[in-house]
């Protein structure tokens, strides 16, 4: 029952910061947008979590082809139940940044392959169900989105960056 609790609290919270969508006109139709050829930005994510304190570092590095600009964020977050929690609020909080920052058209990588398989086969795994929905909520604001598995070793940099939020006194 606690668990339960500590879930429904921890959703809660999410709640807040989930961008709600406008009311008024539907949006248009993609067959009669304008098409602009914009380059799809990578968004790497990846959360580090640790099982004494239940503190958690998350972090997500944009990149876009044909650019030499990133940009990263990261920030720690207490009470997180389980690394598979903490690694879909990384993605939820990566997919965030990329809407504030007026991005388009995404590809979200994670190192999480049980996470990247949850969103892409809609799976509905209790734990992260309410994290899960907001991510899918909130890629309906983008032009284009797709989750990536990428391994261990091609996500060092968002490692290292969640790595350092979770030891960090304040928001990075």
């Known amino acids: 029952m606690t668990k339960g609790l500590v879930l429904a609290r921890e959703w809660i919270q999410v709640q807040d910061s989930v961008p709600k969508r406008q009311q008024g006109l539907p949006p248009v139709p993609r067959s ?57 609020l990384a993605i939820r909080s990566g997919i965030l940044a990329a809407v504030d920052l007026n991005i388009t058209k995404l590809r979200v990588c994670s190192d999480c392959q049980t996470l990247i398989r949850a969103i892409k086969n809609k799976q509905q795994i209790k734990e992260i169900f309410g994290v899960v929905s907001d991510i899918m909520q909130i890629s309906s604001l983008f032009e284009s989105i797709v989750f990536v598995y990428v391994s261990r070793s091609e996500n060092r940099q968002a490692d290292c960056l969640a790595k350092r939020a979770s030891v960090s006194f304040q928001l990075v």
């Open 32 to 88: 009669h947008r304008e098409e602009v050829r914009l380059p799809i930005t990578t968004c790497n994510t990846d959360a580090s979590w640790e099982a004494t304190t239940r503190r958690s570092g998350l972090a997500w590095i944009f990149s876009t082809p044909g650019t030499n600009l990133s940009q990263e964020g990261s920030t720690r977050v207490d009470n997180v139940s389980s690394p598979l929690m903490a690694e879909a």
